[in-house]
């Protein structure tokens, strides 16, 4: 398998709790991704860890996950590695923000908070008025995954097309929804075209 399907694989498993198999996933994939020097993958399998740990509860093991990630993030200042996860990861970064004592990894943690856009504070001529950002804030695969909603697909033809989990599909739907602060995917579709985003 490549990284980006041991990634995609560990994201189902978390998706469908199979925590130990996504955890052997990942670890497979960190060791193949350190040794060959591959830093994004190795730093997006940790994030992964540090998703399936809060998604099973263990939320002490999830934290310590997280900050490790920041801390080997930080140098190179990556912001898409965390901000394309959205809502769940940004609460998770949130909470272990009271726990860093580094006022350089916490600069960092500001930095990656910050470039969240606050979509569900925003009123709906804020939202016209900063299309650029919400555009940004959708990841080349939730366009994709937007497009597909806007052709009237359902969701296993959008996991068909995209050769991805119907899970997938949903999270993908869940994040889209919360980014375009609309309750349901006609009302995400009807916001994207007024952004121009389709």
């Known amino acids: ?15 469908r709790r199979q925590f130990d198999d996504a ?27 540090a998703m399936a740990f809060e998604a099973q509860g263990e939320y002490v093991e999830a934290l310590s996950a997280i900050k490790r990630v920041l801390s080997c993030a930080a ?21 272990v923000r009271s726990s860093i004592s580094d006022s350089r990894l916490l600069t960092y943690v500001e930095q990656i908070l910050s470039a969240y856009p606050d979509v569900a ?18 990841s080349a695969r939730e366009l994709e995954v937007l497009r597909l909603i806007a052709e009237g697909g359902s969701n296993q033809s959008i996991a068909d097309a995209l050769v991805i989990s119907v899970g997938t599909v949903k999270s993908h739907i869940n994040r889209i929804l919360g980014k375009l602060d609309a309750r349901n995917r006609t009302e995400a579709v009807a916001h994207a075209r007024t952004l121009g985003l389709l």
């Open 1 to 15: 398998m490549t990284d980006l399907q041991d990634a995609l694989l560990a994201r189902v498993q978390i998706e």
């Open 23 to 49: 955890h052997n996933t990942l670890t497979q994939l960190l060791h193949a991704t350190e040794s060959a020097g591959r830093g994004w993958t190795a730093l997006q399998a940790q994030m992964l860890q």
């Open 75 to 95: 140098p190179e200042g990556y912001l898409r590695l965390f901000i394309d996860e959205g809502k769940p990861l940004r609460s998770l970064i949130e909470d």
């Open 121 to 138: 504070s925003m009123s709906p001529s804020e939202i016209l008025d900063r299309p650029s950002e919400l555009i940004d804030s959708l």
